[in-house]
């Protein structure tokens, strides 16, 4: 199963700046493994980013993705003590989401 | 099979469920579901149509920050800011890469248009970065030089 993510998040007035990484290997299918068989396509597709339950950022991405994808994102309106969730989903079904509150 | 994938698409608010599901079948009612048909697309042409965005104006108020010259392909920091009023989304495209269509992401309200992504770029190519405001598309380019590739071994 996915490890955990890792989230940062900093408060700049009421602006939130947050910096996830995520733990997966972004396979693009397009690599050979030492026996020269392709290694199957496995990466992120879907992530959400939400701010106390309601969703502010939807993102869908592809393979071209780097492996252990880091993003930043910043949200407004945030202050401290909100509770912050970025969840995603990959192509096997894989899913994973950690929460942070706002400091 | 198909009961259960409903009841679990439905839990899960806004997302895929099953991985067979996900592979084979394309939800239509998930606001958010991957869309398999523009990622899939292998030119440039072919993803910007399927995104309905074979029409953009060019814009001074999308800022890309990526480097120039990239010596590790692996991971291309790439930095956006859209500075459009009401910018809906951004779209990530690399133009020379297998699959051009790398990242889509929608700002709901509360977030800023405002991302920043490491991608993979497989040769020295232009990332094209569209932003959607106001029901229309904008587009700006930069260009990022690769020594080392970073699609496959």
């Given at each position: 199963?996915?490890?955990?993510?890792?989230?940062?998040?900093?408060?700049?007035?009421?602006?939130?700046?947050?910096r996830?990484?995520?733990?997966?290997?972004?396979?693009?299918?397009?690599?050979?493994?030492?026996?020269?068989?392709l290694?199957?396509?496995?990466?992120?597709?879907?992530?959400?980013?939400?701010?106390?339950?309601?969703?502010?950022?939807?993102?869908?991405?592809?393979?071209?993705?780097?492996?252990?994808?880091?993003?930043s994102?910043?949200?407004?309106?945030?202050?401290?003590?909100?509770?912050?969730?970025?969840?995603?989903?990959?192509?096997?079904?894989?899913?994973?989401?950690?929460?942070?509150?706002?400091? | 099979?198909?009961?259960?994938?409903?009841?679990?698409?439905?839990?899960?608010?806004?997302?895929?469920?099953?991985?067979?599901?996900?592979?084979?079948?394309?939800?239509?009612?998930?606001?958010?579901?991957?869309?398999?048909?523009?990622?899939?697309?292998?030119?440039?042409?072919d993803?910007?149509?399927?995104?309905n965005?074979?029409t953009?104006?060019?814009?001074?108020?999308?800022?890309?920050?990526?480097?120039?010259?990239?010596?590790?392909?692996?991971?291309?920091?790439?930095?956006?800011?859209?500075?459009?009023?009401?910018?809906?989304?951004?779209?990530?495209?690399?133009?020379?890469n297998?699959?051009p269509?790398?990242?889509?992401?929608?700002?709901?309200?509360?977030?800023?248009?405002?991302?920043?992504?490491?991608?993979?770029?497989?040769?020295s190519?232009?990332?094209?970065?569209?932003?959607?405001?106001?029901?229309?598309?904008?587009?700006?380019?930069?260009e990022?030089?690769?020594?080392?590739?970073?699609?496959?071994?």
């Amino acid at each position: 199963m996915a490890d955990p993510m890792k989230i940062r998040a900093g408060l700049k007035g009421d602006v939130a700046d947050v910096r996830v990484l995520m733990n997966h290997p972004m396979e693009t299918g397009q690599r050979k493994d030492s026996s020269g068989n392709l290694i199957p396509v496995h990466f992120i597709q879907e992530i959400t980013v939400k701010l106390n339950g309601k969703s502010v950022i939807e993102a869908q991405v592809s393979q071209a993705v780097s492996r252990n994808p880091v993003f930043s994102f910043r949200v407004k309106g945030a202050k401290a003590g909100d509770r912050l969730e970025i969840s995603w989903l990959d192509n096997k079904g894989d899913r994973n989401s950690t929460e942070t509150a706002l400091a | 099979m198909q009961i259960g994938r409903r009841k679990n698409l439905k839990r899960a608010g806004a997302t895929v469920a099953a991985a067979l599901a996900a592979g084979l079948v394309r939800p239509r009612d998930v606001r958010a579901a991957w869309n398999k048909d523009a990622f899939g697309q292998k030119t440039l042409a072919d993803a910007l149509k399927s995104l309905n965005a074979a029409t953009a104006a060019d814009s001074k108020d999308i800022l890309i920050d990526a480097p120039q010259i990239a010596e590790n392909g692996a991971v291309v920091p790439v930095e956006i800011t859209s500075n459009l009023p009401a910018t809906k989304s951004i779209v990530v495209l690399i133009e020379k890469n297998p699959f051009p269509l790398a990242a889509k992401f929608d700002f709901l309200e509360g977030a800023v248009p405002f991302v920043k992504v490491n991608v993979k770029v497989g040769e020295s190519s232009n990332v094209r970065v569209l932003a959607e405001a106001g029901g229309k598309y904008y587009v700006a380019l930069k260009e990022v030089k690769v020594t080392i590739g970073g699609c496959g071994g």
